[in-house]
Structures are given as structure tokens and as C-alpha cells.
């Protein structure tokens, strides 16, 4: 699937934040794909074969990846039950995989919708989201709005929008459906911000802008705003900060990691491609140990005076990995023999939607005030 290197869906919500990226981006070696980017386009090309009524796609393989009946009935099933939510009166016309752009307004920048549709005055924009990781969100989605706006401008979609009052936006991440009803208008002030947005991107000295778009963005490695914090942060000593220093640095603090991991994994590619990185080197990860024979591993041990029990160990599945193997029998596990243990305590901002554990030395300072 061919991506516009300027701006995408995938990609607008940066590019508004922080135009000096686009060109930072585009001096970044290509990215290699992941096993996990190659099973999402597997699922991707699978559900829209079955909305083209081309039911057969157990078996099917992308990459190495294999869409076997466990991961079919695992994603692909509880994805159409979710479209029955958006559907349910099986009124929605559409089109799948279908190529938009922007034509002159944005040469070169361009993308490919999951799911354009119509249901009476309404046009449908879905996207699937098939990853296990971040929930995404439906509502003020850059990606939904980006594919809306082009869509609106792509000759063979204006079927869908000429005379709707109503856009719905919609996040497919089984089992979960986000919905958001927007409108024409709010997707024409979308499409000049972004319009404004690619101008200034293309002048010399765009500028950056450090913030959560960060996440994603290619160009980490080599992006002034990140190294910039860097150099702060190493300046900065630790044990003279005062809390409201110490809550702006842990602000910053998943984005300096990710740029860490970014750093090491340019690093990587450059000397797997045969570059030269000064003061490093590819080496072989440390070996483990295996035996080449269990059985006959199990037996010496046994001849050598240890217990079977000591040898051979074994323990029941986990709850979650109960629940996975029970999804084809529509089984539920017996919730009078489970509990939830929590491993200890973790840092996390105030948003997150765990209540805050008091700690001990804290519940004593209360108390001492009774």
C-alpha cells in the first residue's frame, strides 16, 4: 500500500502540530516492516475481501504471516459483529480499499480509506484497528477526518457525500466500536488547517513542536525539539528538583524513552544495511542454553538422582490464557476461582484511569494530623 510522504492519515495529526517534521521525516532511512504492521495489513486485505462477499480467506498469507481460523475467529469475526452496530438494518452502501487524494489543492498528498459508505443523509468513514495496544479514539480523529476530506474530494466517492448533513466517523477495534457524528463543515475547517499546514511545511525553517504527536514520529532520531530535551535533561540535577520541575520532566519522560528506542533502532538498521556507526558493532545476542533431546535430557536427570517433580515442571494455563482458548466455545470461566493480584505499585499521570494508591508514609502524615 503506497503512503504520500508528506502527509497521510495516519500521519496528519503530527504534520498539524509540528510542520517541520515533514522534511525530517523525509531524510530518514526507510523503515523496515514489523511483524505486527504485516499481521494488520493481513487483517486489513482479509476483512475487505469478506465485504466483497470473497468469504475464503482462511489460509491466506502476507509477509510470512498466516491468517490461520483462530485468528479469523479471534478478529475478523467480532469485527463484522461491530459493523452490525454501525449497520444494523443492513442499509449501508460502500466501498473498501479505495485510493483518495486531495487533486490540486494538495498534490502528492493522498491515502487509502479502510471504508467509505452512505446510510440516507449520512456518509460512514471507518477505519479497522486491529493492534492489541493504545485505544483509539473516534472523535476529532485527524486520521477519520483526513480520509473524510479527501474522500469528499475523489471523484469516484461523491456519491457518498453530495448532499449529506451528517459525517459519521467511525474506529473499528474489535470488540470495541467509537463513534463520532460530525459535519461537512467541521470537515472543510479540518482540510484548510491541514492545507495550511503542508504550505508551511514546505518553507525553509518550518517549525517544530515537541508534544504526544511525538509518539509516532520517524524523524525522533535526528529532531532538534528531542534532542534539545535531552541536553536539558542531562543538565538538570536530579536531586535539587523541586516536585513541579520533577512533574514537567516526567511529562517529557515517555517521549525521551521513545526516542532512546528510536536512536538505538536507526542505529541497528544503518549497520544491518553495512553502514558504518563510529564506536559500535552488531553482535550476537547471548545464547541460551537448550537441551537438543528433552527426553532423553529428562532421563539422564532422572539416572542422575532428581525428582521427576524437580524436573519436570508444570502449571496450570492463566486465566487469560483460559479465557483466549475458550472464545471458540463461547465458554465462561468460573469467576469464583479467580482473584486479581497486584504486582506493587507504578508511576502513572493523573489522567490514567486507576485510583491513586496512598502510600504508607503518606496515610502516616495524614494520621498524625487527626
Known amino acids: 500500500m503506497l503512503h504520500s510522504n508528506i502527509v497521510g492519515g495516519s500521519t496528519a495529526k503530527r504534520v498539524i502540530a509540528c510542520p517541520g517534521s515533514v522534511k525530517l521525516v523525509q531524510k530518514m532511512p526507510p523503515q523496515p516492516s514489523s511483524s505486527y504492521a504485516d499481521k494488520g495489513t493481513l487483517l486489513h486485505e482479509a476483512i475487505s475481501e469478506v465485504l466483497l462477499d470473497r468469504p475464503n480467506v482462511v489460509g491466506s498469507v502476507y509477509k510470512g504471516q498466516t491468517l490461520t481460523q483462530e485468528l479469523y475467529d479471534e478478529k475478523i469475526v467480532p469485527a463484522l459483529e461491530a459493523l452490525d452496530q454501525v449497520d444494523p438494518n443492513d442499509d449501508l452502501v460502500y466501498e473498501v480499499e479505495t485510493s483518495v487524494g486531495f487533486g490540486d489543492l494538495l498534490p502528492g498528498v493522498f491515502g487509502s480509506t479502510d471504508l467509505v459508505g452512505r446510510i440516507g443523509d449520512r456518509a460512514v468513514v471507518l477505519d479497522w484497528k486491529f493492534g492489541d495496544g493504545v ?5 476529532e480523529n485527524a486520521q477519520l477526518m483526513f480520509y473524510a476530506a479527501a474522500a469528499m474530494r475523489t471523484k469516484s466517492l461523491t456519491w457518498a457525500f453530495n448532499g449529506v448533513t451528517e459525517i459519521e466517523c467511525v474506529i473499528v477495534q474489535p470488540p470495541m466500536v467509537k463513534r463520532w457524528v460530525t459535519t461537512p463543515e467541521r470537515i472543510a475547517t479540518f482540510e484548510r488547517e491541514l492545507v495550511r499546514a503542508v504550505k508551511t511545511a514546505m518553507q525553509e525553517g518550518a517549525p517544530l513542536a515537541q508534544g504526544e504527536h511525538c509518539r509516532w514520529c520517524a524523524a525522533k532520531p535526528i529532531c532538534p525539539q528531542m534532542t534539545g530535551a535531552v541536553d536539558r535533561a542531562l543538565k538538570q540535577q536530579i536531586v535539587n528538583l523541586d516536585v513541579d520541575t520533577l512533574a514537567q520532566h516526567l ?15 536507526l542505529a541497528f538498521g544503518l549497520l544491518e544495511q553495512g553502514a558504518t556507526v563510529p564506536g559500535f558493532k552488531l553482535v550476537q545476542k547471548q545464547a541460551r542454553r537448550k ?8 532421563m539422564a536427570l532422572l539416572s542422575l538422582g532428581l525428582k521427576e517433580s524437580v524436573v519436570v ?12 482458548a475458550l472464545k471458540k466455545r463461547f465458554s465462561e470461566l468460573p469467576e469464583d476461582l479467580i482473584k486479581s493480584e497486584s504486582s506493587g505499585t507504578t508511576l502513572a499521570p493523573l489522567d490514567d484511569e486507576r485510583p491513586a494508591v496512598q502510600s504508607f508514609i503518606g496515610l502516616s502524615k495524614a494520621l498524625s494530623k487527626l
Not at 291 to 298: I, K, M, P, R, V
Not at 313 to 324: C, D, G, N, R, V
Open 135 to 139: 485505544i483509539v479514539d473516534a472523535e
Open 251 to 265: 511529562h517529557t519522560a515517555d517521549l525521551l524513552e521513545g526516542w532512546i528506542k528510536d536512536l538505538r533502532a
Open 291 to 298: 537441551w537438543t533431546d528433552e527426553q532423553a535430557a529428562c
Open 313 to 324: 515442571e508444570t502449571s496450570i494455563m492463566s486465566p487469560a490464557q483460559a479465557e483466549k
